[in-house]
């Protein structure tokens, strides 16, 4: 099969929607499928993350693009449709592949309805929703119709949770389906976890009983609500680890001022962190998934979310963590102090959190965007066969 996919953002600047489509890459280079990634133009991380012209052997065409205003690590792509279409038709795909998109993304279903050429789009990011944490709550009806337009016209938009499936729905995009994701269970475990990375980031506690780390990984950035877990600071018998980068790492700095900023962390690093957390939190109301809430539950930490989005679909309460009503923060502060304080219940929601998301790899995710990729191909084709016999 010929992919073309189109990425709202990629390396170098790695977050959800990056971390997604490096894991299709891997699935379709396995199955031996000929990929083009069209991307915005980026600025390489000095010997970290350089701009490769290919990537897990598909091809990357960079469009232009500018720094977000008060993001600049994200770029926004800028280039005309009649470029999109220019790349499309030269690598004459199966299928195009529209991964969380909104402004690349907008002129690529466009350029792939012009050209004939069937797609998918993955809903993961509510821009919309990201408006007023932005102070630009004037522009959330305008990003809704922008979201609309693009799923209308796309042939299948797949929805990470049911949340967002049910969210689309009410928007009037009926051609949704399901597509989670997956998790590296091998990688994230809670065998990793670490007495000396602990040690490192409690030793300021001093003598006595060794303090419980309650852990956040995420970006550092207004929709994330990170600041929300001040009112967990000063738990006594915790320390508060944020793992991650951002527009708001200093701001955050001062307002968690006793919080171990660990910085942006990956691979078996992040691993071995994540599973030496007692307690995972995730205070952001606009996950459409929520990644990172995956990765602590497969390394055997139990998580308190927000109730909205994505964390519906991943979080039992009861069982494998809590969820807190959106904006109620005295019971967020509760349900921490409800599992930080219980030894055993807080082993028995670990031991539920990690076999809930056993079964769930990244290769049977990647076979069932496959059979979706099938099947818009395939109506398509019916469709092309159904207008010339009329």
Known sequence: MRIAIAAESFLPQMNGVTHSILRVLDHLQERGDDVLVIAPSGEGASGVFPLPETVTGAHVVRMPALPMAGYPKVRVAFGAVPRVRRALKAFAPDILHLASPFELGWRAVRAAHQLGIPTVAVYQTEVPGYAARYGVPFLENWAWQRVEAIHLLADLTLAPSTFALNQLRGRGILDVD????????????????????????????????????????GRLAAEKQVEDLRVLADIPGT????????????????????AHFAGFRGGEDLARIVASFDLFVHPGEFETFCQTIQEAMASGVPVVATGRGGPLDLVENSKTGWLYTPGDLGQLRAYALDLLGDDAKRAAFAEAAWRSVQGRSWRAIGEQLIHHYEDVISQRAVSGLETSAG
């Open 178 to 217: 399901l597509w989670r994701r997956g998790v590296d269970t091998v990688r994230f475990h809670p065998g990793k976890r670490d007495a000396a990375w602990r040690a490192s980031v409690t030793s300021s506690a001093g003598a006595g009983t060794p303090p419980k780390i309650i852990g956040y990984v």
């Open 239 to 258: 320390r508060l680890v944020i793992v991650g980068d951002g527009p708001l790492r200093a701001q955050l700095e001062g307002q968690l001022p006793g």
